[in-house]
């Protein structure tokens, strides 16, 4: 009974229409009626107790192998069980003689999804090769690979679970629909976690090299070859070819006006910083020592999965680590991540709002925190972005153009209770639990 009502809780998610939009003329608000939770299309699981009909296509693994297990010969950055690492970097990954972590590419029944960081520590073990992970794996995987600080590993392991995964269990699907070992309610019946796939949850327009979902029948996940051909073409004429943060500031820019003037659903609302900052992950988690190495082509095609198709273009592969890669030194945290995403806004700084129909932009005129008449402040700080990232996460958050989105209860108090420590000697000011 009391599982029941907790579920109830998690699962009731109640929308608000934005009172300012609901009167505009000839705003076309089908295509998001249509798809009123942003499943992707064609994506739940198939296999035992699965309830995704005939369509359905998200594989289903009965092997969970779990993330290797943490091995005292390799410590990487010795985050254990989830706990915070010593955060000292500069760590060669996988380890010589460390078999556990070497790249295994996935098979037919595993899942993988938008996300090269994740999809690489699955491809290494650092998550379970199945795809399906968990709080404590991500928090780990995050440290001991890549030394993103424990601050930083939590934040967006906590961010990907509220949004696309289960706050009881804590698992995550790092692609498709997979409730049924996702949730505390295998049946799925309350509701559906949807995966990292899922849009407009974390997922959003604009992404580096994946395509508008409703330009792409509800595929926002797939690599697409052309697009990462576009990014490097970037690359050259900005910065002598590497994807360095100049790069990445304008390449983004240009993707916002291309969704701006193709996607007639297009979205752009407060939780698009986030892509700001996994965009910053290309210039300063990637390449070898991180900052000090360099973004090259070599070194971002190999976690990027993409391969010249010898016609300009690129197809994909399994995402890997390169040969002989060593991660930061120094992590990679909330305060770093915070003024990289200062820095691509404040270069080419872009409205929050969205299209209601092609050619019909609306700006978000409702001020959500320092977001107001759809901008950030001129001279906005890390600090503020910061204090930012935490009300994104905790507050309700302008959803789609025409909703506010309200976080259940549970998931509110499960974020809070994960957030408020983290968070705590920012200065910013917490929401108490
Ligand atoms: C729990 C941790 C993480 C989660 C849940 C997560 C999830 C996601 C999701 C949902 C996207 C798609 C965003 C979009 O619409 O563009 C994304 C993009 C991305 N993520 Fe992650 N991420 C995590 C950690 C990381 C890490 C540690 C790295 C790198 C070391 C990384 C690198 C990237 C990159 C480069 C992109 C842009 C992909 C593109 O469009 O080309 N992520 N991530
Ligand atoms: C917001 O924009 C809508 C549509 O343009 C307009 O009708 C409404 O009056 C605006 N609201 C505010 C508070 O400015
Ligand atoms: C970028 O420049 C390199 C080196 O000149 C070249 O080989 C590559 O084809 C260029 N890539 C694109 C997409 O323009």
């Not at 595993?110 to 794996?137: K, Q, V, W, Y």
Request: hydrophobic share 35%; net charge negative.
């Amino acid at each position: 009974m009391i599982l029941s009502l907790l579920s109830l809780a998690y699962f009731a998610t109640s929308v608000t229409a934005w009172a300012w939009i609901a009167n505009v003329p000839g705003v076309d608000l089908s295509a998001i009626y249509a798809h009123p939770e942003y499943l992707p299309k064609h994506r739940r699981q198939t296999g035992p107790g699965g309830i995704g009909g005939p369509d359905a296509i998200c594989p289903f693994n009965s092997d969970h192998p779990g993330a290797a297990p943490y091995d005292p010969d390799f410590p990487y950055t010795g985050s254990i069980n989830g706990l915070p690492g010593t955060g000292i970097g500069g760590v060669q990954v996988p380890a010589p003689g460390d078999e556990a972590h070497q790249f295994t590419p996935p098979g037919p029944n595993d899942i993988r999804g938008p996300c090269p960081g994740m999809n690489t520590a699955a491809n290494h073990n650092f998550l379970s090769h199945d795809g399906i992970t968990n709080l404590a794996e991500l928090v780990s995987a995050q440290q001991n690979l890549y030394n993103l600080a424990y601050d930083l590993a939590v934040f967006i392991a906590v961010r990907g679970i509220a949004l696309d995964g289960d706050v009881v269990t804590t698992k995550l699907s790092i692609g498709c629909d997979a409730t049924e070992r996702t949730s505390i309610d295998p049946t799925g019946t309350l509701g559906r976690e949807p995966g990292l796939d899922a849009h407009n949850k974390f997922e959003g327009d604009t992404s580096l090299t994946r395509r508008d979902f409703f330009l792409n029948d509800g595929d926002a996940y797939t690599f697409q070859g052309d697009m990462f051909a576009n990014m490097y073409r970037v690359a050259n004429e900005t910065s002598n070819g590497l994807f360095d943060r100049d790069t990445i500031a304008v390449y983004r820019s240009r993707r916002y006006d291309e969704s701006l003037a193709d996607n007639a659903n297009f979205y752009f609302g407060p939780k698009a910083l986030l892509l700001y900052g996994a965009a910053s992950f290309i210039y300063n988690v990637f390449p070898v020592f991180g900052p000090e190495g360099e973004a090259n082509i070599d070194t971002v095609s190999t976690f990027y999965g993409a391969v010249p198709d010898g016609n300009g273009g690129y197809n994909h592969v399994p995402e890997r680590i390169p040969e002989n890669w060593f991660n930061r030194r120094v992590a990679y945290g909330i305060a770093e991540i915070s003024s990289e995403i200062a820095y691509q806004y404040g270069r080419f700084p872009k409205l929050f709002g969205g299209n209601v129909g092609k050619n019909n932009f609306l700006a978000l005129n409702t001020t959500f925190r320092i977001i107001k008449d759809g901008k950030l402040p001129d001279e906005v700080t890390a600090k503020d972005i910061t204090c930012l990232l935490y009300q994104i996460a905790t507050d309700n958050v302008p959803g789609t153009v025409a909703n506010e989105v309200e976080l259940p209860l549970q998931v509110l108090t499960w974020v809070l209770t994960q957030l408020n420590p983290i968070f705590q000697n920012t200065g910013c000011p917490l929401r108490i639990i």
